[in-house]
Nanobody
Framework: QVQLVESGGGLVQAGGSLRVSCAVS????????VGWFRQAPGKERENVAA????????YYGNSMKGRFTISKDNAKNTVYLQMNSLRPEDTGVYYC???????????????????WGQGTQVIVSS
C-alpha cells in the first residue's frame, strides 16, 4: 500500500511560479513511478508529468514541457512539481498518483496508477 499527500497549492498570478509537493510513503518497487495529474473544472483529469521511482526518468505532457519540471528528493521520498510561467488555464486540482509499474507508454494513462492523493488546488489569476 502506498500513501500520497499533496501540499503547496494556492493562488498565484499569471506568469508566476508555484511548487507543489507529494510526500510518498509505503512500498515502491523498482519499476514504480509517480505522476502528477490535473483536473480543471468541467474537464477530464490529464497527465502533467511523471517520473520513474528508481532512476528518475521523466515524462511530460506536451503542453507542460518547458514550463513544468518534475523532480524527486530521495531523502524525503517527496516528488515535486515546479510550475513556471503559469497561465489561467493551468488552474485546477493537482493530484499525485503512484503506479506499481510505470512505463513510457503508460505514464499518461489514469488506469496505470494504483494509488492517488487527495489533490491540492491551484488557482492562476489573470
Amino acid at each position: 500500500q502506498v500513501q500520497l499527500v499533496e501540499s503547496g497549492g494556492g493562488l498565484v498570478q499569471a506568469g508566476g511560479s508555484l511548487r507543489v509537493s507529494c510526500a510518498v510513503s509505503g512500498r515502491m518497487f523498482s519499476n514504480s513511478g509517480v505522476g502528477w495529474f490535473r483536473q480543471a473544472p468541467g474537464k477530464e483529469r490529464e497527465n502533467v508529468a511523471a517520473l520513474r521511482w528508481i532512476g528518475g526518468h521523466t515524462y511530460y505532457g506536451n503542453s507542460m514541457k518547458g514550463r513544468f519540471t518534475i523532480s524527486k528528493d530521495n531523502a524525503k521520498n517527496t516528488v515535486y512539481l515546479q510550475m513556471n510561467s503559469l497561465r489561467p488555464e493551468d488552474t485546477g486540482v493537482y493530484y499525485c498518483a503512484a503506479a506499481d509499474y510505470l512505463s513510457g507508454s503508460s505514464y499518461n494513462t489514469l488506469g496505470a496508477y494504483d494509488y492517488w492523493g487527495q489533490g491540492t488546488q491551484v488557482i492562476v489569476s489573470s
